[in-house]
């Protein structure tokens, strides 16, 4: 049993080279990958980088302050942290500040103008259908609708799924006497206040009739028309009003620009579906049709089945009536008209959007809506002038701490010092190209506490090399010699390093779960320090001071090597001694 033994220890001796290429090759690929991406640096936080600061105020509806609760405080602040990771933006923090405020920090980068733009957006969607719809150049009459062109596509995408094409394009050449189309638009209004209108059709909660009778609904319906004539989209305060206070139940007016680039207004009916009956969104580039950057939707089993109902009911209308216009947090966002019932799951939202705009709102509607209304208190621009003054100071520490396990590892173990200032300058390399290739990978930003954390580790991954050389200290005092001394005490060594690794990387990884914001990078640092003190120790110091036992310098235990036997200590290898059988008798001359 033996002899297999040893030959494994000799085969482990003979082949050191194959971890040593294997560290390299790993050092080289992820300096190239760095260099490649044209990510040399890694992406620094708030702190260091400076970026925004805003405070979000928490709205409730009328009459509904309880709305402002801790449930849906937290609610919104995980919605908006999903939001602002959604876009790119690292290293965020969002928490809340009292009963009704959240503070959210948004390091400068690429995408943080968009994640400034969303993180208070509500994200409400609805899907409400048209009942009359006209391009909005001030003070009009309600005219009929001008006509749609184009019509719905039938798309296979994987999924055997109906898409309508919603391409806003118009033509204005109506077919109807105002007065004519005046009427349809009472009639349409008068059917989606009484109970029989579509919404409960599906089995929903739908809106009363406001007292019950068929005159009130024909004078609401004759003052939301008056309203309508008068509307101006034009106007930024009048679109910024327009809808408010409006219950998802009820029609409403809401304002829309078209493929034209012109502002169009609408007369809605109450909606029929809403944001969280979409399961999935995202943003797709439609090459196949020309249709340019679309927003593909999947609705979820109860959204698939109102989406068919409505898209039945509304191409058996007249257009516009045949119309759902999309609107999110009161705008229109597209009208698309449907020629047949859509029951596949699945819409496209298309239109004039490009990447950034398609991504905005497919990111806003992936994650869902916000369950309060937020108005912005203050927004500032953080400098990173602090940051980087305490930045500063850290590093000189850091230097300072780095230069005296230097000064001890070199009077203390004089040529080994050789074997862990290079395990330390590996480690380096190792911890400052994967910084830089997370940053755009998972978002990591480097902040102050992740510094911190990067020099902490500067002690672990000392006391590991310090395990290792001791227990080879501790063979030679034993009387070996230095190439089986290396071999005996890397399993002892082993053990110890990875029992105080482990340890280390469970603190990180539980720190890391149960904290927030800056705290985190800190935790994550330090756990994946641990984890490259592993690698390095196994395939870089352990090899490598297995080929520099074979060099006579440290193998003949030269004083200057730091495995001198005489200056440890060592003891001479115990020897038996024969036991005499009888005693020498030694006659006198």
């Known amino acids: 049993m033996a002899t297999p033994k040893k030959g494994r220890n000799a085969s482990a001796q003979s082949k050191p080279g194959r971890s040593l290429a294997l560290i390299l090759i790993a050092i080289v690929a992820l300096t190239g990958g760095m260099f490649a991406s044209g990510h ?350 305490q930045l500063h100071a850290g590093l000189i520490a850091g230097a300072i701490g780095l230069a005296l396990v230097v000064i001890y590892l070199l009077a203390y173990y004089r040529g080994l010092s050789f074997i862990a200032i290079l395990s330390l300058l590996v480690s380096a390399a190792l911890t400052y190209t994967l910084m830089s290739l997370l940053g755009p990978a998972i978002g990591f930003a480097l902040n102050l506490p992740a510094v911190c954390g990067a020099i902490v580790a500067i002690g672990i991954t000392a006391d590991s090399f310090i395990v290792y050389f001791e227990r080879v200290r501790d063979e030679i005092r034993e009387g070996r010699s230095l190439r089986p001394a290396v071999e005996r005490a890397w399993p002892r060594a082993r053990r110890t390093i990875l029992v105080s690794d482990f340890v280390s990387f469970l603190a990180a990884a539980v720190l890391f779960i149960v904290t927030v914001g800056k705290v985190q990078g800190f935790a994550f640092t330090l756990g994946l320090t641990t984890l490259l003190d592993v690698v390095v120790v196994f395939l870089f110091t352990k090899p490598l001071l297995t080929l520099m036992a074979r060099r006579p310098f440290f193998a003949n235990g030269h004083k200057w090597s730091g495995l001198d036997p005489k200056s440890l200590g060592a003891q001479p290898p115990l020897r038996r001694t024969r036991r005499p059988s009888a005693p020498v008798e030694t006659k006198e001359a």
Request: some cysteine; proline content about 6%; charged content about 20%.
């Open 40 to 389: 040399t640096k890694p992406r620094l936080g708030i702190d260091l980088a400076g970026g925004t600061s805003i405070t979000l105020r928490a709205v409730p509806e009328a009459g509904n302050e309880a709305a402002i609760n801790k449930t849906n405080m937290d609610t919104a602040v995980s919605i908006m942290e999903r939001r602002v990771n959604g876009l790119g933006v690292s290293e965020s923090e969002v928490q809340t500040q009292g009963r009704e405020n959240i503070i959210v920090n948004i390091p400068k980068g690429t995408n943080s103008e968009q994640a400034r733009k969303q993180v208070g957006t509500t994200a409400k969607l609805y899907f409400r259908p048209v009942i009359a719809t006209e391009v909005a150049g001030g003070q009009g009459t309600a005219s009929p609708s001008p006509s749609p062109t184009g019509s719905p596509t039938d798309k296979p995408s994987g999924k055997a799924t109906d898409k309508p094409e919603a391409t806003d394009k118009r033509s204005a050449s109506p077919s109807a006497s105002p007065t004519t189309q005046g009427r349809a638009v009472t009639d349409a209004l008068k059917a989606d206040a009484t109970p029989s209108a579509s919404a409960s059709d599906k089995g929903d909660k739908a809106s009363p009739s406001p007292s019950g009778s068929g005159g009130t609904a024909e004078g609401d319906a004759n003052a939301l028309q008056a309203k309508y004539a008068k509307l101006d989209c034009t106007d930024q305060k009048t679109r910024s009003s327009v809808g408010d206070g409006v219950k998802a139940s009820e029609p409403t007016l809401a304002c829309g620009k078209n493929a034209q680039g012109q502002w169009q207004k609408y007369i809605l009916g109450p909606a029929e579906v809403d944001g969280t009956d979409v399961d999935k969104a995202q943003a797709v580039l439609n090459t196949q049709t020309g249709a340019g950057w679309t927003v593909t939707m999947d609705f979820t089993d109860g959204g698939a089945k109102k989406f068919a109902d409505i898209t039945g009911k509304l191409a058996q209308n007249q257009s516009p009536q045949n119309q759902f216009a999309i609107v999110l947090d009161g705008d229109v966002v597209s009208d698309p008209y449907v020629r047949q019932a859509l029951t596949g799951g699945s819409a496209e939202i298309s239109g004039n959007f490009n990447q950034q705009s398609a991504q905005d709102l497919s990111n806003m509607l992936s994650y869902g809506a916000l369950p309060l209304t937020f108005k912005v208190d203050s927004m500032t621009t953080v400098t990173a002038a602090l940051g980087g003054d």
